[in-house]
């Protein structure tokens, strides 16, 4: 197909705008909705051969903004223009007459940076409130116990574990989220992974303060090890799956990959099984049971995620995450 140029007119009313008429590659007329984006041009143009990412980063570069604050939906029937570089301007079904709505999303956060800030609750939190524990429980002149400093040690190794992962193995099909949900998001695990649980463990009341059980120690600290490593095979699969920098998926093959959606969620379940049995607390179970609850919704969509994208080729499970349960 012969390139050819679309002509953006754009009349800036608001952060959200309605961009119609697209003649043959071109899209006409901006209708923002809310406050103005006073930088927006009246006319951009772009060629039906281009991606949806150079349509994203000329409306960045005109308005002003970062091109991940920007959400381009089609006005026909709202569905997403994607911000990727494997998806035409053609391919979207756009064509002569089509209407866009571009959204000013607001102040965007790395999705990188969003693990690192809630992963690092847990890090600081827990060794802070075993040394300070003179301070903070009575009966302090109990020293800590072997399954406390264990417990310790379990805990902080699998957040450092999730950082490292972070910076050096994770690739992102989104690149941000809204900044204000960082808030929300670092809480499950400052407050219910980190406070909530260093609070009791170390508490010279706690179960932990008592004499381990070689019986349950062990065990525990075999499925920690068998569920943090199964959770890091899981990751490579994943991260190889996408280049760096890419949106693209693919059909992710190996360890526990033939048993559920998953893996990685199952694996981690497992570690935190081990963590559980390890501290004999209540609160680490709230939390192992929150995390759970959201790791099964997050296996479930991924699963309908696969089923729609790749059709026939993807063998469908009927497990998401944990095998004969869900």
């Given at each position: 197909m012969?390139?050819?140029t ?7 009313r608001?952060t959200?705008?309605l961009?119609?008429?697209?003649l043959l590659n071109?899209?006409d007329?901006?209708y ?10 009246e006319?951009?143009s772009?060629s039906?051969?281009g ?5 994203y980063?000329?409306l960045a570069?005109?308005?002003g903004?970062?091109i ?8 026909s ?7 990727a570089?494997d ?7 756009l064509r ?5 709505y571009?959204?000013?999303?607001g102040?965007q ?8 800030v809630?992963?690092l609750?847990p890090i ?6 075993y040394i300070?524990r003179?301070y903070?429980y009575?009966?302090?002149n109990?020293p800590?116990?072997?399954?406390q400093?264990?417990?310790?040690i379990?805990?902080t ?8 992962e972070t ?8 690149a941000t989220?809204?900044a204000?949900?960082i ?17 009791w ?6 179960p ?23 959770n ?5 699969v ?8 890419g949106t ?5 093959q190996?360890l526990?990959?033939?048993l559920?959606?998953c893996?990685?969620?199952?694996f981690e379940?497992?570690?935190?099984v081990?963590i559980?049995?390890?501290?004999w607390?209540?609160?680490t179970g709230v939390?192992?049971v929150v995390a ?5 919704v ?5 699963e ?8 026939n080729k ?11 349960l869900f």
């Open positions: 012969a390139s050819m679309v002509n953006l007119a754009v009349r800036p608001g959200s705008y961009a119609r008429n697209l071109a899209i007329a901006v923002p909705v809310g406050n103005p984006l006073k930088n927006l041009p006319e951009t772009i039906l051969t991606s949806g990412t150079d349509l980063q000329q570069a005109k308005s903004l970062s991940h604050r920007l959400r381009i939906t089609k006005g029937d709202g569905t997403l223009v994607p911000n570089r998806k035409s301007i053609d391919s979207t079904g002569e007459q089509s209407t866009i571009v959204k000013d999303l102040p956060i790395a999705w990188r940076t969003v693990f690192i809630e992963y609750g600081l939190i827990h060794p802070l409130l300070l003179p903070i009575k009966m302090t109990l800590h116990s072997t399954l400093t264990l417990s310790l379990l805990i190794l699998h957040f450092l574990k999730r950082e490292l910076i050096l193995i994770h690739r992102f099909s989104l989220m809204p204000r949900n808030f929300k998001n670092s809480a499950h695990y400052w407050l219910l992974a980190g406070l909530n649980i260093a609070y463990i170390y508490s010279p009341s706690a932990t303060q008592q004499q381990s059980n070689p019986l349950i120690t062990y065990p525990a600290i075999a499925l920690f090890f068998i569920g943090e490593l199964g890091f095979n899981s990751h490579m994943l991260r190889n799956l996408r280049s760096t920098g693209e998926r693919g059909i992710p190996g526990g990959f033939d559920v959606t893996p990685n969620y199952m379940t497992i570690a935190w081990g559980w049995m390890a501290t607390s209540l609160s939390f192992v759970v609850a959201q790791m099964a997050w296996a479930r969509g991924k309908m995620k696969l089923r729609k994208e790749f059709g993807y063998q469908r499970k009927r497990y998401a995450m944990i095998p004969g």
